[in-house]
């Protein structure tokens, strides 16, 4: 009786046990915009701490893995409000902190990347999708986990053309980020022989997203801008300022799906994906959060566990090894997509497949069978070694 | 006495005379919520049991009166009687079971519980829970060594195996392995465990007193992308020669000589393939494929494929009658 007793105390100490020495201790920041985007659907309205929660379920995560290395995690959180500037806020976190996830606009990012490089941090891009953070602009102490949305557009491209709706009625708004999701789908409509058959603008002209009796309107409005379009398989909206995508499903003249910034959207995270064990992490991210889990929180989350994961590897919490293991040949991370992630080396963005979600469902998943690639298939969105114009410094 | 003497007489010679042994395999079907059961004497699946919601790791009890499956989204393992081929009771396991091991007595059953990072100890006889032992994250792959005094669970996103001594029921070492740990398999002589890393795309062979990985199995096909290679089941035969590796979407079983931990060949199966189990004879090997629906059965010692059956959707686990 005793020695069960004792087998039972076991169990609680089993954990305790493993720890003898004092633990690395290894400081993770996060650096997100304390400002509220305002979105067409209440649905998608993003919470307080959207992304932030992805990064502290990965430190949960690395914990839990460290307390049999040895190596103990902490996240410290700093949001800027408007006006405020980015580089101070960032120079405070590094103090503590090696490695910061970073929610940033590019301009604001690549000022904090700058002004860190010679202190050695890490930065990790989780939330920007500019094209030009790879290539132009790249930096050789930024990490992307976000994708880009020449990935985005490559990944829906892809299934509208295994679908053969190839001829494309593109909306475009007219805030500069919906102009350069418009440039990325014309790209990948050239690449993979869609066909753009008109182009229409959805000027913003302002006012409330929240009406009294905005659904009669917006009835009226939208069969009428959509009218009289020549032949065309699937309307593809690009409106990330999120003015009118949202309103277009169900509202075409024509009867014709949606895709793009609304009905069927290319993102690297859903709360409905389930495959490849998600269904446990979607778990813990809800019992932890009390919220389900966006693509901004799983860009977030893989940024902390690539750390989680390299200090692991390296048995080490030292800034400068982990980040050569990270940016070295050897460093893959899961992340529950069904196959293992890894760095294009010659602008460190993550290779990742592309979900493509309905708001309720995970449609399908990009790359798409027969788009072949000489290195890896995952190289068949966005932009490719040989028309990359970074230079990582 | 004389009774028994000539049962077993007579049993000796229906099993001398039979032309081939019938077995019955229990394969868990991962989609349709039931189990087919198969006839390996005519190859077909003579029933389909009802079960819970999301059946996958599935075995029998040691004194074969039972099937026992896990089923993930009902949170418990249920017991299928061998006899009336069907579900008689469950057992206490904590949050979505998916993988067990038992103790070579079959009196003790260790559950891994992906949800809440532990592994849950019951009690086989009364069925009741003994208590928990704190893991890694996702915990998954489970195996016990032929001597019974270590406990291996692997946890996929931690990517150790966790070596736990069954008396004291603690944690006595973590070994890291490749990316997404998921099924941990013993040499029948206890000198190595296997583990195969479904990410990372490798089995670890580890050497179990040490605690130290001492070597790799590692895969390569002509035309199949390194992402596609994703190892998961592990079987060895008893003579500890041989090793087939389940190498999920590449849709082929690598046959490994254990010795030198070189593949010698690969054999196409269907689609997703997952676990597998040897007849008692060891004359085949089942294997279970996700995504095409269906078992192939390989002729052990031509190393060949002779068949496939239709199952549910989505099989997944595997075990045969002893």
Not at chain 1, 359 to 367: A, E, F, N, Q, T
Not at chain 2, 31 to 42: A, H, P, R
């Amino acid at each position: 009786m005793i020695r069960w007793l004792a087998g039972l105390i076991g169990f609680g100490l089993a954990a305790t046990s493993a720890l003898a020495a004092e633990p690395a201790l290894i400081g993770v920041g996060y650096l997100g915009v304390a400002a509220s985007r305002s979105t067409l659907s209440l649905v998608e309205q993003p919470a307080e701490n959207d992304g932030l929660a992805g990064a502290r379920l990965a430190i949960e995560d690395n914990n839990t893995t460290g307390k049999f290395l040895d190596q103990r995690f902490a996240l410290e959180e700093r949001r800027i409000k408007e006006g405020e500037d980015p580089v101070q806020a960032a120079t405070a976190l590094a103090e503590k902190n090696g490695f910061i996830i970073a929610d940033l606009p590019a301009d604001a990012l690549l000022k904090v990347a700058d002004a860190l490089r010679d202190r050695g941090t890490l930065l990790f891009n989780a939330g920007a999708t500019d094209e030009r953070l790879r290539e132009a602009d790249c930096r050789a102490n930024v990490i992307h986990t976000a994708p880009t949305r020449a990935m985005l557009a490559d990944a829906l491209g892809q299934y509208l053309v295994w679908k053969k709706w190839s001829r494309w009625l593109l909306v475009v708004g007219s805030h500069d980020q919906d102009k350069l999701f418009a440039d990325a789908l014309r790209r990948t409509a050239a690449r993979f022989g869609a066909k753009i058959v008109q182009e229409r603008n959805f000027e913003d002209k302002g006012g409330a997203r929240r009406t009294d009796s905005g659904v009669t309107l917006i009835q009226r409005q939208m069969p009428v801008f959509t009218q009289a379009a020549p032949a065309y398989d699937v309307l593809v909206a690009a409106d990330e300022s999120e003015v009118f995508g949202a309103y277009l499903p169900y509202r075409t003249w024509d009867p014709r799906p949606v895709a793009g910034s609304a009905g069927l959207v290319p993102r690297s995270w859903d709360a409905a994906q389930d495959q490849w064990g998600a269904i446990q992490m979607q778990n813990r991210f809800m019992k932890l959060n009390s919220r389900r889990m966006t693509a901004l929180d799983m860009q977030a989350w893989t940024a902390a566990r690539m750390i989680g994961e390299a200090t692991s590897r390296t048995n080490s919490g030292d800034v400068k090894k982990v980040t050569d293991f990270i940016k070295g040949p050897d460093f893959s991370v899961a992340a529950f997509k069904g196959t293992r992630l890894t760095l294009r080396d010659w602008n460190l963005q993550l290779r990742q497949p592309i979900l493509l979600v309905d708001g309720r469902m995970v449609v399908s998943v990009s790359p798409q069978e027969g788009f072949l690639h000489q290195v890896s298939e995952l190289d068949t969105l966005g932009y490719d070694r040989p028309e990359s114009k970074c230079k990582l410094k | 006495m004389l009774r028994m003497g000539r049962m077993g007489l007579l049993a000796g010679l229906v099993l001398g005379t039979a032309p081939a042994h019938a077995f019955i395999a229990y394969v868990s079907n991962e989609k349709s919520n039931t189990v087919s059961v198969i006839d390996t004497d005519s190859w077909t699946v003579t029933k389909t049991i009802k079960v819970g919601q999301r059946p996958r790791g599935i075995d029998f009890t040691r004194d074969g009166k039972f099937v026992m499956v896990a089923v993930g989204d009902d949170d418990t393992i249920q017991m299928i009687d061998a006899k009336t081929q069907t579900v008689v009771d469950s057992l206490p396991s904590g949050p979505d079971p998916e993988l067990f091991a038992q103790d070579a007595a079959g009196k003790i059953l260790y559950v891994a519980n992906e949800n809440d990072n532990t592994v849950t100890v019951i009690d086989l006889e009364k069925r009741t829970r003994l208590g928990d032992i704190q893991v890694g994250v996702e915990p998954e792959g489970m195996t016990i060594s032929p001597d019974g005094k270590t406990l291996i669970n692997t946890s996929e996103t931690t990517n150790m195996a966790h070596f736990i001594d069954t008396s004291s029921r603690q944690i006595v070492a973590n070994v890291l392995v490749d990316a997404r740990p998921r099924f941990a398999e013993f040499k029948h002589d206890s000198s190595e465990v296997w583990i195969s890393s479904e990410i990372g795309g490798t089995v670890s062979v580890i050497d179990p007193k040490k605690h130290e990985v001492i070597g790799k199995v590692t895969f390569e096909i002509p035309g199949l992308r390194k992402e596609a290679i994703q190892p998961v089941g592990i079987g060895m035969t008893k003579d500890d020669k041989t090793a087939f590796v389940a190498l999920g979407p590449a849709n082929r079983i690598a046959v490994v000589d254990v010795a030198t931990r070189k593949v010698t060949k690969y054999l196409l199966v269907g689609q997703r393939v997952w676990h597998m189990a040897f007849t008692p004879d060891e004359k085949y090997l089942l294997t279970t494929n996700g995504v095409s629906n269906d078992v192939s059965v390989i002729d052990v010692a031509a190393q060949k494929v002779i068949k496939t059956i239709q199952v549910g959707e989505l099989p997944w686990g595997i075990t045969i009658a002893p």
